[in-house]
Structure formats: structure tokens, C-alpha cells
């Protein structure tokens, strides 16, 4: 039984940070690729990040680059995105995702505003 919990979301003020957290379960987390999608109102689900087996993350959402950072902690089985000079645009429901599984955490709200 595969499961993900997205934990970390929350009410933050622009510039400001927030580190997300996905706990994996059900598989051997440490073999297999993880990403980090988000969705907005309104908007279709993006790739934000992503991160293969080793520990070599990519962003993929050209809008966070420089400011976000995906890791992975393989003795935790926890999957990471950390979120820095946040903007009112990246406002969005975050959801941790395992592709090889086709499974999805149940999403952490994002709510960057003054």
C-alpha cells in the first residue's frame, strides 16, 4: 500500500519561506524517482521539481528556479521542497508525487499574501 503525506503548508507573508515534507510509505522510497506538481486556482496541475534515486534534483517550473530547492532524505523516507522568497504567485495546493506508482499525497495548501 503506497502511500504519501504532504505536511508544511501554510499562511506565509512574501519573501518569506516554507519547507514542505512528504512522507513516503509502502515501497523502497530510496529507488525510485519523486516530484513535487502544484496547482493553483484555476490553473491546470505544473511540474515543479524533480528528484531521481541518487539525490540529483531538477526544477522543472522555470517561475521557482533559484528560489526552491527539491531533496530527499532516504534513511527518513521523506521527500522535501524547500520554498524560498516566496511569491504571491506560487500560491497553489503542493502535492508530493511517485510516478512509478502513480500515486499522489493528498496536497498541502500554499497561501503566500500579505
Known amino acids: 500500500q503506497v502511500q504519501l503525506v504532504e505536511s508544511g503548508g501554510g499562511l506565509v507573508q512574501p519573501g518569506g519561506s516554507l519547507r514542505l515534507s512528504c512522507a513516503a510509505s509502502g515501497f523502497t522510497f530510496s529507488s525510485y524517482t519523486m516530484k513535487w506538481y502544484r496547482q493553483a486556482p484555476g490553473k491546470e496541475r505544473e511540474l515543479v521539481a524533480t528528484i531521481i534515486s541518487s539525490g540529483v534534483g531538477t526544477i522543472n517550473a522555470d517561475s521557482v528556479k533559484g528560489r526552491f530547492t527539491i531533496f530527499r532524505d532516504n534513511a527518513k523516507n521523506t521527500l522535501y521542497l524547500q520554498m524560498n522568497s516566496l511569491k504571491p504567485e506560487d500560491t497553489a495546493v503542493y502535492y508530493c508525487?511517485?510516478?512509478?506508482?502513480?500515486?499522489w499525497g493528498q496536497g498541502t495548501q500554499v497561501t503566500v499574501s500579505s
Open positions: 508525487n511517485a510516478p512509478r506508482w502513480g500515486k
